[in-house]
């Protein structure tokens, strides 16, 4: 080996070494510990601390957004364009709201789905600032990690759709969003845009990243979920518990079926924060005969409207159909 | 053949110091943010469910794109060898150009920063970090392949 590979080789061990201890840094601030962590089963809560929120993210490393560096940029068909730093945006009058997140990629009986009491300004406050032009009627909404999303200027406009910045009285956690993101109530976590920094209004119907793969988010369906008893556990006759959400409908009533849907009996809600949240509810259940039985759910949502029973998966458009649960009750 | 893994290696490390200390996209993000909304839900989500989920997914981007930049350096590294005088024009017009067409393609992608820089000082950003990597490539390879 003469001196010249002597000399490339150490450098490839050096260089092994150090890109290893870099990668091991971003692999530890990676998404692959916290993502797609689902909110299920008999520790769900009203509200579900900021550790155990569901998160789904297009990254492999979220973003960590310098708040000093950070502005909101507000433009597009506006008279106004704007330009906001943190302090900014953070000395506008604010409100608290309690909603309620789904993803779109939420299975029927599956946890993607969280409750938090957030902070922020509702966004038309800031739009109406900005002075929309006549012909606005979308709103395209960047992200610092390059991903976009487009919703309607009126749902946009709506006094509940917020710019966050405080999740259960803390800041935003890096995942999150930090330091502001969206919340959309109503419309599936998607549109919810994390680490926001540009909101622009537009006559067109671009497509965000998401969008542009097919899926449609704007609604979200009403959903019901049993968390007790586990599928295929063995009672003697216990509470049946669980969620039901429908976006920004509210939750009317809850039904719960001890036989595979034959005949329904009324749940308790005993949870439900407002109509941007989700209802938790229970039914005693007092089994008559022991065996197996399936237990089956449904939800109304607050207009009136019955859960589809149309089984669906998520694609494009977000699951639907009931959620059964097989248990065997034992003498 | 060393001189090229040397050079996708010091690529690789310039690129992990770049998204650690300024925010600067890996190559997989830039890659993936450009292409991955086009493809269709309907190919995307069993995409996902073939290689074991979207988690298991994010860990093969992740863990391959730190051998990809070494395996394409490896490539060049020959390429470079076969040339019968290894003349500098070559490697420099090679990466100048490899360099120009990834801003051509990525363009769209390359405003986003995860420190959360502007889209304006992001793409700058972006797009002269690709040259660093670009150019950190070619010096070490002309470098390390220069007869002694």
Redesign the interface.
């Known amino acids: 080996m ?4 002597l000399v ?2 150490a ?2 061990g050096a ?2 070494l ?2 290893g201890g ?2 091991e ?3 530890r601030q ?3 510990g916290y ?2 962590i689902e909110v299920l089963g008999p520790q769900v809560a009203p509200i579900t601390p900021n550790k155990s929120f569901y998160v ?1 993210t ?10 000093d ?3 909101l ?1 507000l433009g597009g068909l506006v008279d106004n364009p704007m330009t906001l730093d943190f302090g900014e945006v953070g000395s506008l009058p604010t409100i608290e709201q309690e909603t309620t997140l789904e993803c779109i ?1 939420n299975g029927v009986g599956a946890g993607l789905m969280s409750n938090a009491v957030w902070r922020g300004i509702p966004l038309r406050e800031l739009i109406g600032e900005a002075r929309p032009n006549a012909g606005a009627r979308r709103v395209f909404l ?5 991903y976009t999303h487009s919703t309607t200027l009126e749902k946009a406009l709506e006094p509940t759709t917020l710019l966050a910045f405080e999740m259960n009285g803390e800041p935003l956690p890096d995942r999150h969003g930090y330091p502001a993101r969206l919340i959309v109530p109503g419309t599936y976590g998607e549109v919810s845009v994390k ?1 926001i ?2 909101i622009e209004l537009v006559d067109d119907d671009r497509e965000g ?2 969008e ?4 449609q988010a704007q609604r979200v369906h009403t959903m019901s979920r049993i968390d007790v008893p586990k599928e295929g556990s063995r009672v003697t006759g216990a509470e049946v518990r669980g969620a039901a959400f429908a976006g920004d409908r509210g939750i009317s009533r809850v039904e719960v079926s001890t036989n595979g849907g034959g005949r329904w009996s009324e749940a308790k809600i005993d949870y439900h924060a407002s109509d941007l949240t989700w209802a938790l509810w229970s039914f005693p259940w007092s089994p008559s005969r022991s065996g197996d039985h399936q237990l089956v759910v449904r939800a109304t949502d607050g207009t009136g409207e019955l859960q589809s029973t149309v089984e669906d998966d ?3 458009d977000g699951a639907s159909g009931l959620h059964r649960v097989r248990v065997r009750v034992e003498a | 053949m060393i001189a090229g893994v040397v050079a996708g290696l010091a690529a690789l490390f310039l690129s992990l110091v770049l998204r650690l200390a300024l925010g600067v996209p890996l190559p997989v993000d830039f890659v993936s943010d450009r292409f991955l909304p086009f493809v269709p839900v309907g190919i995307f989500v069993p995409s996902l469910g073939v290689v074991g989920g979207p988690i298991l997914a994010k860990m093969l981007a992740f863990y391959s794109s730190l051998l990809a930049l070494p395996a394409i350096g490896l490539a060049a590294g020959r390429a470079y060898a076969r040339l019968s005088r290894r003349r500098l024009a070559v490697p420099l017009v090679a990466g100048l150009l490899a360099w120009l067409a990834a801003v051509a393609v990525l363009w769209p992608a390359l405003a986003s920063n995860y420190h959360g820089l502007p889209p304006g000082d992001a793409r700058l950003l972006s797009a002269a970090s690709l040259l660093a990597l670009v150019g950190i490539f070619v010096g070490v390879l002309v470098t390390a392949r220069r007869d002694t």
């Open positions: 003469n001196r010249r590979d490339l080789r450098a490839a260089l092994v150090g890109s870099l990668a840094v971003l692999r990676s998404v692959f993502e797609g789904v297009k990254n492999l490393i979220d973003p960590r957004v310098d708040r560096r950070w502005r940029r990629s960047h992200a610092a990690d390059g680490w920094d540009r990243y998401y542009k793969q097919g899926w998520s694609v494009p």
